[in-house]
């Protein structure tokens, strides 16, 4: 059984990157767990039960139909309640979505900008309606249409536009511990970035300013948030973070070293081979030769 369950997930993982999308029945794949790089792909989910929805620094508890807006970018995670949870979910690359030119970048959206409005409390004829988009989605996705790609962009662009006409949700819990909150999403935002894939995508996020900037906070209060509960600043993780993942690259794959330096977010290899001799003690090529 576990060996059947890694084929459906390696399955599901290529055929979503092949894509660039992917739509599902959430009951009719309650016996298969979804796993996907949450960093490369935007989540749209209509789902009635019971759940709480921890959304960057913000929870939300909600009850009945919602429509869910996920940010690659931003950290959520989703604890579900009820017995019963029925639904849709559509996953979907910014490149899919854009191939028609339309313009304009969904981190902009207020649907999944962090500080935004990503939960939206939907009636009973507004989920018929959904339900009925999200199944043509199904039906366009096992067919042999040439078009039918246009056809989803179409409908998720649809499901978009119907959501910014409804009034956003207003079950909010402000966290109670607002710096352990705070320094939770900031691990979840930095752990997102890792595994590094491909030479050919650097990383994002490489100070904490570009984490703060990110999760809508002054650099200053994410730090004493993160110094608050950890007792070490916000840097020092990165840093970690940054050096594990080289040594983990250098040990693990052929890479070379100009390749890896690209890929951590480092303009030119003479930087990051100071940069990890400063933090280890040794330079990135004396290191791979010591793992080998």
Same mark, same amino acid.
């Given at each position: 059984m576990p060996n059947k369950r890694a084929r459906q997930v390696s399955e599901f993982n290529s055929e979503l990157k092949l894509k660039g999308f992917n739509v599902y029945q959430i009951e009719a794949d309650s016996n298969a767990t979804r796993i996907y790089s949450r960093k490369d792909f935007y989540k749209i989910c209509l789902t009635t039960g019971k759940s709480i929805i921890h959304y960057a620094d913000r929870s939300f508890e909600q009850e009945g139909t919602v429509l869910f807006f996920g940010n690659p970018h931003i950290p959520y995670s989703w604890e579900t309640i009820s017995t019963t949870y029925i639904g849709y979910t559509v996953l979907f690359s910014e490149d899919f979505f854009n191939a028609a030119e339309r313009g304009g970048s969904l981190q902009q959206s207020p649907l999944f900008k962090i500080g935004g409005t990503p939960i939206l409390k939907i009636t009973e004829p507004q989920r018929h309606f959904l339900n009925t988009i999200f199944q043509k989605m199904i039906e366009e996705q096992q067919s042999d249409y040439a078009y039918k790609d246009d056809l989803i962009r179409n409908y998720i662009?649809?499901?978009?536009?119907?959501?910014?006409?409804?009034?956003? *949700? #207003?079950?909010?819990? $402000?966290? !109670?511990? +607002?710096a352990?909150?705070?320094?939770?999403?900031?691990?979840?935002?930095?752990?997102?970035?890792?595994?590094?894939?491909? *030479? #050919?995508?650097?990383? $994002?996020? !490489?100070? +904490?300013?570009?984490y703060a900037n990110h999760l809508n906070v002054h650099v200053n209060y994410l730090n004493r948030a993160v110094k608050e509960v950890t007792g070490k600043p916000t840097t020092a993780h990165i840093s970690e973070r940054i050096i594990s993942e080289a040594?983990?690259?250098?040990?693990?794959?052929?890479?070379?070293?100009?390749?890896?330096?690209?890929?951590?977010?480092?303009?030119?290899?003479?930087?990051?081979?100071?940069?990890?001799?400063r933090m280890t003690g040794t330079n990135p090529k004396s290191h791979r030769r010591l793992e080998v």
């Open positions: 662009n649809l499901i978009i536009h119907e959501a910014l006409k409804l009034q956003p *949700t #207003e079950h909010v819990d $402000q966290p !109670k511990n +607002a352990s909150r705070l320094t939770a999403v900031f691990f979840e935002l930095l752990e997102r970035q890792f595994p590094v894939e491909s *030479t #050919e995508r650097s990383l $994002q996020l !490489k100070t +904490a300013q570009d040594r983990s690259l250098l040990q693990h794959t052929d890479w070379n070293i100009a390749d890896i330096a690209y890929a951590l977010g480092f303009e030119y290899p003479t930087y990051f081979n100071n940069y990890f001799k």
